[in-house]
């Protein structure tokens, strides 16, 4: 169709060479295109680019507050554990250790009684402070540390035990020297 188009235009060339348009037609185009220049033709402005700002400027503020209310919880959260878990060790220190000045009390009393110091239970209880002292300075260092805080509990069991034992030795040994002035 292109090709008829073309076809015809070019044999009948001459027929349109021969008309000239009306001289006035050209003044009329020509003051049409001064009008124009008086009239400035405001461009088109293309909005997209800030669109895509604002879009950017979005992401990266919902990104930060998401990120930053997920660091608090987690701080709180935390630093709400670490209290728990500190009065918890507290409350099991102050049991134990109420109940070793008790035990150690008691073998104070049953020592005086027969005039005896045993000098190596003094120096294993004494032992067994400075490794729990230790063990506190460990978990201050290391706040959510499970193995200190069990070594620590185990350190008062095992004095408690120690004492416990102790104390049982001189109660047998307050009713052997019974029983020999019984006897005797």
């Given at each position: 169709m292109k090709d008829s188009i073309e076809d015809f235009v070019k044999k009948h060339r001459s027929e349109f060479d021969d008309?000239?348009?009306r001289a006035s037609m050209w003044d009329q185009i020509e003051s049409q295109l001064d009008q124009n220049k008086e009239i400035p033709i405001e461009p088109k402005r293309n909005y997209l680019w800030m669109?895509?700002?604002a879009a950017v400027v979005f992401v990266c503020m919902t990104i930060?507050?998401?990120v930053e209310r997920n660091w608090y919880?987690?701080?709180?959260?935390?630093?709400?554990?670490?209290?728990k878990q500190s009065e918890d060790i507290e409350q099991v220190e102050?049991?134990?250790s109420g109940l070793i000045e008790k035990r150690k009390a008691e073998i104070r009393l049953a020592m005086e009684r027969k005039d005896m110091v045993d000098?190596?239970?003094l120096s294993d209880l004494d032992g067994l402070d400075s490794m729990y002292q230790?063990?506190?300075n460990e978990l201050k260092r290391n706040k959510n540390n499970e193995k200190v805080v069990n070594a620590m509990i185990r350190n008062l069991q095992l004095r408690v035990?120690?004492?416990?034992?102790?104390?049982?030795i001189l109660d047998q040994l307050v009713k052997y020297e019974e029983d020999e002035k019984i006897s005797i």
């Open positions: 008309l000239e348009p669109w895509k700002a930060g507050l998401l919880t987690n701080d709180s959260t935390e630093v709400a554990e670490v209290q102050s049991y134990y000098e190596e239970l230790d063990l506190k035990e120690i004492l416990n034992k102790q104390l049982e």
